[in-house]
């Protein structure tokens, strides 16, 4: 599943890093094109679940799987704030702080989860709390970042602060979301086609066999 989020990164990084001007503008496109493909990610594992777990002939599977799916909605938003938007305005002193949290608290977390008893539930778990906690910190830099941007342009080119508020209210769409959409799909389709070809394997397997003592 994390393959159909995987494209919007770069692409959020690279018209950036090319027209840092428009960083607020894309960052939020990429966002909003990144939580529809989230969206609809969570709803499928939310209603095939079950018709997954059948697949694989294992019913314990289903809880599992609807809960793992949120690992993509928090992992989404991370990736986008960090490998997106702190990579492309090259906040390099930053992005690794978010990245070093994000692999951190997967370990530590994990480790207290199991260790308290919840098991394979708990070590997903860990995998939703870790990138939330870096995605909040990024946000943090992020805001902070954009705030400065905002107050400096305002200054120099010697508006009220309304009126820039109000100018920039009208450019918030100017990036066309579907420059990021065109970049992202062949990068999306090429890690699909890899993932399915490096999976494909063991799930035909798993998919096959009744009983997991035999996986």
């Known amino acids: 599943k994390m393959v159909f989020i995987i494209g919007m990164n770069p692409a959020v990084s690279k018209y950036i890093s090319e027209q840092k001007e428009k960083a607020r503008e894309i960052y939020h496109q990429g966002m909003k094109i990144q939580l529809f493909f989230i969206i609809i990610c969570v709803l499928f594992y939310f209603f095939f679940s079950g018709f997954i777990a059948q697949l ?12 793992s799916s949120f690992v993509t909605l928090t992992f989404g938003l991370y990736a986008i704030a960090t490998k997106g938007f702190l990579n492309g305005i090259r906040l390099f002193r930053h992005q690794p702080i978010a990245e070093m949290i994000h692999s951190l608290l997967k370990v530590v977390l994990v480790f ?81 086609l890899i993932t399915l070809t490096t999976e494909m394997g063991i799930l035909s397997v798993k998919s096959i066999l009744m009983s997991n003592t035999l996986t």
């Not at 694989?56 to 809960?67: C, N, Y």
């Open 56 to 67: 694989f002939h294992d019913s314990a599977l289903k809880e599992i799987i609807f809960l």
């Open 112 to 192: 207290i989860f199991v260790y308290l008893g919840f098991g394979i539930l708990g070590a997903i778990f860990a995998y939703v709390l870790a990138p939330l906690v870096a995605f909040v910190f990024a946000s943090i830099i992020i805001k902070r970042h954009l705030s400065k941007k905002r107050i400096s342009k305002d200054i120099s080119n010697n508006h009220d602060l309304s009126k820039f508020q109000k100018n920039e209210s009208k450019t918030i769409n100017s990036f066309d979301k579907w420059t990021l959409i065109k970049f992202s799909l062949p990068i999306t389709f090429f890690y699909l």
